[in-house]
């Protein structure tokens, strides 16, 4: 099958998108209204960029209705502070929850039983049930079109749920880190079910067999 990009609706980009690039990792971001009121909405269009700087991006969409951004974007824009959240299985539920409509005034971490925690060096609060979190600051925000913008988040800081890094290796305990990844439309999954992979050296067997060249 052959999809031309350029003939297809958004809505059906997006239906194959996020169906084929899985699993996704989920950043449930927390971010500071003028307000005061804290917000957190999770988001799978994201990943880490760079380490030198240690960026992170994430995709914010605007509301489809009215065009009018959403309150992350408006927070990070105004505050230029942001909290990305991870999500392990125990918290998922509540990482869901943080996805409902709510209006400015009302605080999702409230409405999903979570609980907020101090941060060291922004002013937004993290999540206190996630096993990592990152403090950050906007390092840039970039509107692609009028619906669409892209952050790009500078990392300051990580905390981890203790027993999850080594202090001295900086290694990080996968059996007890559980995140959870986005699929698409309600699925999600765990990972909890690895292998590993070494790069073969030059001259090596061809890993799917055949001879060698």
């Known amino acids: 099958m ?12 997006y239906k194959l998108l996020t169906a084929t690039v899985v699993p ?3 950043a449930l971001v927390t971010t500071v209204s ?7 909405a999770p ?25 009018t951004i959403k309150d992350t974007t408006r927070n990070i824009i105004e505050g230029g502070e942001l909290v990305i959240n991870l999500a392990d299985r125990h918290m998922a539920t509540a990482m869901a929850a943080c ?6 005034e009302r605080s999702e971490l409230e409405f999903a039983g979570l609980t907020s925690t101090p941060s060291h060096m922004v002013a937004p609060p993290g999540i206190a049930e996630a096993p990592i979190r990152f403090e ?12 669409r913008h892209l952050c790009i988040a500078e ?5 981890a749920r203790p027993g999850l890094v080594d202090a001295a290796t900086l290694r990080v305990d996968t059996s007890a880190y559980m995140p959870v990844g ?5 699925e999600y999954c765990e990972t909890q079910d690895r292998f590993n992979l070494t790069v073969p050296q030059p001259g090596a067997q061809k890993p799917f067999g055949g001879e060698q060249t």
């Open 2 to 13: 052959f999809l031309d990009f350029t003939a297809l609706l958004p809505q059906q980009r």
């Open 24 to 26: 996704r990792p989920i």
């Open 34 to 40: 003028p307000a005061g009121i804290v917000n957190a």
């Open 43 to 67: 988001f799978s269009f994201f990943n880490v960029f760079s380490e030198d700087p240690a960026l992170a991006i994430l995709g914010l969409e605007s509301r489809r209705d009215t065009g």
């Open 99 to 104: 996805a409902a409509d709510l209006g400015p």
């Open 136 to 147: 950050c600051r906007l390092f840039e925000m970039r509107r692609i079109t009028p619906l």
């Open 155 to 159: 990392i300051l800081a990580l905390h």
């Open 182 to 186: 986005r699929l698409h439309g309600t």
